[in-house]
């Protein structure tokens, strides 16, 4: 099991883990968007799952399809605690 810190923004999505299960920990000072896919969202996407400031959630990933779990938030920049096991 390791844990990580990412810095994500509000003007991008930035990968969070491609790892197959963990969880996560909004450490910022807004909502978190979620989203999980093959490919990185477009900065102009601004729709996803709402985590909310100190807020944690688990994760599966299906590693086969080579899923990735990315987030942002819509206004400032942040730190997401990420725990891969």
């Known amino acids: ?22 969880c996560f920990e909004n450490q910022t000072s807004d909502p978190l968007l979620y989203w999980v896919a093959a490919a990185k969202p477009a900065a102009t996407v601004v729709k996803g799952h709402s985590l909310s400031q100190f807020a944690d959630k688990g994760f599966q990933l299906n ?23």
């Open 1 to 22: 099991m390791a844990s990580k810190i990412v810095q994500v923004s509000g003007t991008d999505w930035t990968e969070l883990s491609a790892a197959e299960k963990g």
């Open 63 to 85: 590693t086969s399809s080579a899923m990735k779990l990315y987030g942002r938030t819509l206004s400032v920049a942040g730190d997401v605690i990420v725990t891969e096991y």
